[in-house]
């Protein structure tokens, strides 16, 4: 079902007539396409909707090539990242021309899909620099961190399934809703992995995130649960290289306080919310979707 969206994504990249583009195109490691995995099953696989996924998914990739240059990664799904591959430069680059190429296909679309999904990539922009600001020093707000991940994450997803359903001409507010559920348990269940797998897993460094700073929903949960002393401890922690003692006194912690079950039951109750807009639907799949998310291990 997915070959026919990675089809329409090639001939978008061809349509830019750059060998050099294509050629690097083709050396992007593939993802999910959890986003028209959603779409195809809310708006059916219509010429408009399988436009409507290579759209996102080229947004998607783009997003994906920029934020490994911000976070420095060097691995992405086991492989060497393109900045990594090539330089800076190039993966920069390569995600301005095919978000742009996005863009123009977009702007051939029906009116309020094309608002919906460009305000979406206005709002992913913005929740990518407020991860970069909130990196900055030890985050203990959980307010911030929901803010930052609806924006970062949930806004794309968001827009995808609410432009499948006005494409469907299906009820868009809840359908929204849905996606922005799905979203947030999405980031939060990725940020979860980040503590409990190991590198080979992930295809990434474990226990990356509060390294480069980024206090996620489990690390704020154990920070209000510990003594003055091991806040004190957890703090100076933040932002190092840290030792495999220093790493497994964090994953103490974690583990003595429940930290990931607390975690996991947040995300829990986003999908129930999510779920219950979507029940009139009574499509099994779109149910499934979150289960999977809630228990995906990599
Ligand atoms: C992954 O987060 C990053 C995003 C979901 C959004 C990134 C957005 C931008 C870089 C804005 C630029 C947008 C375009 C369209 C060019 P993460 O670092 O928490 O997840 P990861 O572990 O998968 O890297
Ligand atoms: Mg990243």
Known sequence: MLDIVSQAMYKFVQQCDDAHVLNLYNQIERGKMLRSKLILLIAGQTPQAVELCAVVELIHLSSLLHDDVLDEAHTRRGRPTIHMLFDTKTAIMLGDVLYSKAFSQLSLMDKEVAYTVSSAVTSLSIGEMIDIELSKSFNTNQQSYMDMIDKKTASLLEAST???????????????????????????????????????????????????GKTTLSYMLLYHELSDDDKTKLRSYFKKELSTDELNWIKEKIKKHDTIDKTRQIAKNLAKDGLNAIKHEQNKKLFDIIQDILNRER
């Open 162 to 212: 609410k432009s499948a359903a006005i494409l469907a001409d299906k009820d868009k507010d809840s359908f929204a809703i849905y996606g922005k559920s799905l979203g947030l348990c999405f980031q939060i269940v990725d940020d979860i992995l980040d503590i409990t797998q190991d590198s080979e897993t992930l295809g990434k460094p474990a226990m990356n995130d509060f390294k480069e």
